[in-house]
């Protein structure tokens, strides 16, 4: 297990360079100059090529791409991000202050989706053509035609249009109230977790139902097994591995599911941060961001092959 994880983290490295540049060198592909939108701001400034110029070198922006690629990649080694090119801030310390919050948010939305999505396909596969099967994939096909910046809208306009209520945006930390922080991570939260929920149910109901068929599931019913024994025991646990993959497949939507999410919500996370970014040109800040995100990606990935191990003895990690 031990060589495995290893060997795995060593992937990482080529993995975590191609992200790096293809994000550093993508944002700077995008429509738009970070030195003109400087310029027009700037009311003393003339306009002239003499400033520009001098914004350019200032900024460290006048240099080749590859040099400012490897100057980038030397410090993102030491731990450093570089800074954003409006606030001169630590793009680490900005996005520490902010991750927190994302992390809780795609937390608290992936425990959603599991609490609702499990069970709801299981008993929708034990009670195949049933009427609670028919409502389970009718709520499936629902929460999937529902996009989450409709819904999280309509959450925030028609309750506030109809009894002057908005859903609580004032942070506050966990560890201080974890009852209001609670409050205000609920709804987004739910919104963001009942589209990954209908996915889970899908997958899960088709799993359990392949599972069902199988002839040690037959035995066990042949053997008089009660129900709860067989479900539980011997066919979850079988069907739970494609659907352990496919939340690994949906983290990264979670994390595109939260820039939407936390703007809508006013909520000052990752996401926040990157559409900041990304309207101001900010290039440290939006590969800072990516990076960030792609290592957090990886990393649960790597979870989601460890849990293989237990959910399948078949599987062995000494090879």
């Not at 963001?192 to 035995?219: C, F, K, N, P």
């Amino acid at each position: 297990m031990g060589f495995y994880v290893l060997r795995r983290l060593l992937a990482l490295i080529p993995t975590l360079f191609i992200a790096s540049v293809i994000a550093f060198t993508v944002v700077r592909l995008v429509p738009g100059d970070v030195l003109d939108l400087m310029l027009s701001e700037n009311v003393y400034s003339s306009g002239a090529p003499e400033d520009r110029a001098q914004l350019e070198q200032a900024l460290g922006l006048d240099k080749p791409l590859y040099q400012q690629y490897l100057h980038w990649a030397g410090d993102a080694l030491q731990g450093d991000l570089g800074k954003s090119l409006w606030r001169n801030t630590p793009v680490t310390g900005e996005i520490a202050a902010r991750l927190d919050v994302t992390l809780e948010l795609g937390i608290l939305a992936l425990l959603i989706a599991l609490a609702i999505g499990l069970p709801i396909g299981i008993f929708a596969a034990v009670r195949q053509e049933t009427l609670g099967d028919h409502i389970g994939r009718t709520f499936s096909i629902l929460a999937l035609a529902m996009p989450n910046f409709w819904l999280g809208t309509l959450v925030v306009i028609l309750p506030a249009l109809w009894w002057g209520w908005s859903p609580p945006n004032e942070l506050v930390p966990f560890f201080e109230n974890p009852l209001e922080n609670l409050k205000t991570f609920l709804l987004p939260s739910l919104i963001l977790g009942t589209s990954l929920s209908a996915v889970i149910m899908r997958m899960t109901r088709t799993m359990m139902l392949e599972v069902l068929r199988q002839d040690y599931i037959r035995t066990a019913w042949a053997k008089g097994l009660r129900e709860r024994r067989v479900v539980l025991m011997h066919a979850v646990k079988n069907a739970m591995i494609p659907v352990i993959t496919l939340v690994g497949i949906l983290v990264p939507i979670l994390f595109g599911g939260t820039v939407i999410i936390e703007q809508i919500f006013r909520l000052p996370g990752l996401g926040q941060l990157l559409l900041e970014a990304v309207s101001t040109r900010d290039y440290p800040v939006i590969t800072g961001v990516f990076l960030v995100t792609g290592v957090v990606v990886m990393l649960v990935n790597l979870l989601v092959d460890l849990c293989y191990g237990y959910l399948d003895p078949k599987v062995r990690y000494d090879r």
